[in-house]
């Protein structure tokens, strides 16, 4: 009997020390799939917060309620890490027109893009200058532009299968357009929204204007991609139209405001972190549910995940919510700051800005030996249907921790309907599915266990 005891203990114990990988995933996801908590806190952060613009109140009653919802998770520690932030305002709502003939106008949707200044008091009205790029405006030259509103009229590329690498194409027109045009005498700026749908939702986003002096800058705006076309087939029979805009925004002093830090510390290597994070500040059109509310509960979900399956980290595990990673990063270079002060060895640090949208698979930025050690792994996903791992761009907000020796990596998922509400006032928490969603936290979370359990390579 004592004998069969022994035999049976022993026995325990081996199966609980040898669950395999595939295993401990497995449990990872039905976990996430069963008992996850990122939707509830997207539905509060959602609906009963909403958009969470830097400086903003909102901005800070979602510091609040993510640090308390990381307390009541039972983390080791949870803090908030002080960082000032710049204060953008919108004002009172955009309103621009077409104007063909004296009385003649037809209404279009319009948004202040972040950053910029409002028009005068009363608004603005110019003929329009249609371009497709940043050279052609420099190729028309002041004489065809002085007096105008440059209207900034590429589409992203529709062939591109990754939409961030149509974006990426597109996006020099927003942020830099208005810098671009001041130079040639422009009185303000229309860029068609960073969007590959056709619909009536003008899509925001951040703009500089570089080392202009603030009085020659030059109001700037997005349009949406169906107003977009309107005006550019009514320039082509009248290109004297005019067109009509005001804005109300200003940006007013920097401001205090906080990342929000919650750890489980490591029993084997306190000082070997595991970054997992979004951020929490959102444009203020929408409530930044997929941009990138999605993101901050995945991450905070990650955390919750590994202790709900069982699992004691060696290393310590950290979840960062990011604060202005929208108009000024100043969040990211803060945490990044402090950090290396503190001599804090972040091996490897995992953001979720991409989506709440179905996972593929991640990018890393790395060397070769972790890739693969990275793709040693990869057979573990396959039965989620995971299978991008490819090196690439990580994050924005990881982007700072770099070194020689770390990994960092973005979270991929399907990108495909992802501009659809970028930046624009359907970005709310009916676009993201719940399923979806929580498939992109077991997918981090399963990640950030074999980091741990592993870590780097060399
Ligand atoms: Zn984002």
């Not at 805009?245 to 929000?260: E, G």
């Amino acid at each position: 009997m004592k004998y069969l005891f022994l035999v049976f203990t022993c026995l325990f114990v081996s199966f609980v020390s040898a669950q395999t990988d595939a295993e401990i995933l497995k449990t990872i996801y039905k976990t996430s799939l069963t008992n996850g908590n990122s939707y509830k806190w997207l539905d509060h952060l959602s609906n009963q917060i909403g958009g969470r613009l830097s400086g903003s109140l909102n901005a800070e009653k979602a510091i609040e309620y993510t640090k308390e919802e990381l307390q009541k998770i039972g983390l080791d520690k949870v803090w908030l890490q002080p960082v000032m932030v710049p204060k953008w305002v919108r004002g009172a709502p955009e309103f621009a027109f077409i104007e063909t003939a004296s009385g003649a106008t037809t209404k279009v949707n319009i948004c202040a893009l972040g950053g910029s200044i409002g028009t005068p008091f009363g608004g603005l009205k110019a003929q329009v200058l249609e371009v497709k790029s940043i050279d052609e405006l420099e190729s028309l030259g002041k004489e065809n532009i002085e007096g105008k509103i440059v209207f900034f009229n590429r589409p992203m590329q529709a062939d591109l299968i990754q939409t961030f690498e149509a974006y990426g194409g597109c996006v020099d027109q927003r942020y830099a357009g208005a810098m671009e045009a001041t130079k040639f005498g422009a009185v303000g700026v229309i860029v068609r929204s960073m969007n590959l749908r056709q619909d009536d939702f003008p899509h925001t986003g951040s703009m500089t204007y570089g080392d202009i002096p603030v009085s020659k800058r030059i109001p700037s705006a997005a349009i949406s991609t169906n107003d977009a076309n309107l005006l550019s087939s009514m320039l082509a029979l009248n290109k004297n139209l005019k067109f009509f805009f005001s804005q109300s925004c200003q940006q007013l002093n920097d401001v205090q405001s906080y990342n929000v830090i919650g750890e489980i510390t490591g029993s084997q290597f306190p000082n070997e972190y595991i970054l997992v994070g979004g951020h929490l500040d959102s444009w203020d059109l929408g409530d930044g549910a997929h941009d990138d509310g999605a993101g901050v509960v995945q991450s905070m979900d990650v955390l919750r995940l590994l202790k709900e399956s069982g699992i004691k980290p060696k290393r310590s595990i950290r979840v960062v919510l990011f604060m202005n990673e929208e108009n000024g990063l100043r969040g990211a270079t803060k945490y990044a700051e402090i950090a290396k002060q503190k001599g804090e060895n972040h091996i490897f640090s995992l953001e979720s800005d991409s989506g709440g949208f179905t996972p593929r698979g991640f990018s890393f930025d790395c060397s070769d030996t972790d890739m693969n050690q990275i793709l040693s792994w990869k057979e573990l996903f396959k039965p989620y249907l995971i299978h991008y791992f490819e090196k690439g761009h990580s994050g924005a907000d990881v982007g700072p921790l770099k070194t020689d020796t770390n990994v960092l990596a973005g979270l991929r998922p399907d990108s495909q309907r992802y501009f659809d509400y970028h930046h624009a006032a359907n970005d709310t928490f009916d676009a993201v599915n719940k399923r979806e969603l929580e498939l992109g936290a077991a997918t981090m979370a399963s990640l950030v266990y074999l980091f741990d359990k592993y870590g780097l390579a060399n």
